[in-house]
C-alpha cells in the first residue's frame, strides 16, 4: 500500500500513532519502519507523531503487565468489588479507595506516554490538558486533549476494542465526591469532538479523571453511567 498517496492522509496518522505509541502489532510495526526507510512522507509522519510525545517516553521500556497485575490493582482502588467490610456495594465512582490511589495511578500512566498533542498538522500547544484513557491491560485505548483557551475537548481513539452494534461510547467527567456527568457519546475509532460548554479550567475544575462506558446507542438514558467502563485516565494539565 503507497500511504504517501493524497487521498490516503488518515491512514497515515493511524498507522503513524499507533506506531509511536507502540500500539501496532510486532508484524505491522517492522512492515511500516520498513516502508518509512524509503518513504520520507512516511517517515515524517512517524517523526510528528514521535516529537508530539513527552521526552520522558523515551526512558519507559514498554510493557504490557498481565491480568493478574491489573485485577491486584482494582481491587486496591476498590473499583473491582464493593469495600470489604463495608456492607454497602456502591458505585465504583463513590469509593473512598478508589480516589485515594487514583491520581497516582493514572498520572504514572499518561506521564509514561507523555502525550502533549496528537493533532494533525499542528505544534504542540504551550498549555494542553490530557487524558490518556487506559483499559483493564493498560494499554492506552483513547487520548483525550483540549486547549486551555478553547471550548472543543477532542478524542482519538488509538487502541480501543470495537463497539458492539447497537452500542455507543460514552465519555464521562468524574467530579470529586460527586456522580460521574456526561460529556456525550464519542465514535468508536478515529477522531470525535466534543462542545464543552465553557473552557476546561472551568469544565474540569472538580474533575481529576474522565472514563469511558458502553452504553446503549445514543448514550445511557438515565444520565448516569448503566454499561461497563472500559477506559479510565486522569486529566494531566501541562501549564
Known amino acids: 500500500m ?10 497515515l496518522d493511524a498507522l503513524a500513532s499507533a506506531y509511536a505509541l507502540g500500539t501496532l502489532s510486532p508484524r505491522a510495526r517492522l512492515r511500516l519502519a520498513r516502508v518509512a526507510r524509503v518513504d520520507a512522507t512516511v517517515a515524517a509522519a512517524i517523526h510528528d507523531w514521535e516529537m508530539r510525545l513527552a521526552t520522558l517516553s523515551e526512558g519507559v521500556a514498554p510493557i504490557t503487565p498481565p491480568p493478574r497485575v491489573w485485577t491486584a490493582i482494582a481491587d486496591r482502588l476498590g473499583i473491582g468489588a464493593a469495600t470489604a467490610g463495608s456492607g454497602v456495594d456502591l458505585p465504583w465512582w463513590a469509593r473512598v479507595a478508589f480516589w485515594r490511589s487514583f491520581a ?16 494533525p498538522g499542528t505544534r504542540a500547544p504551550e498549555q494542553p490538558i490530557v487524558a490518556v484513557l487506559a483499559g483493564p491491560d493498560a494499554k492506552p485505548a483513547l487520548i483525550a486533549t483540549m486547549l486551555r483557551g478553547e471550548r472543543t475537548l477532542t478524542v482519538k481513539v488509538v487502541g480501543a476494542a470495537t463497539v458492539p452494534a447497537g ?4 465519555l464521562w467527567m468524574l467530579p470529586k465526591d460527586l456522580p460521574p456527568k456526561s460529556l456525550g457519546v464519542i465514535p468508536g475509532s478515529g477522531v470525535g469532538r466534543v462542545a464543552l460548554p465553557a473552557p476546561p479550567d472551568v469544565v474540569l475544575a472538580n474533575v481529576p479523571a474522565l472514563a469511558v462506558s458502553l452504553e446503549v446507542a445514543g448514550g445511557s438514558p438515565t444520565g448516569a453511567p448503566q454499561g461497563p467502563v472500559l477506559y479510565t485516565g486522569a486529566v494531566e494539565r501541562f501549564y
Open 2 to 11: 503507497n500511504l504517501s498517496r493524497p487521498d490516503r492522509p488518515q491512514r
Open 104 to 119: 497516582l495511578t493514572s498520572f504514572a500512566l499518561a506521564m509514561a506516554f507523555g502525550v502533549t498533542l496528537f493533532t
Open 167 to 170: 452500542k455507543s461510547l460514552e
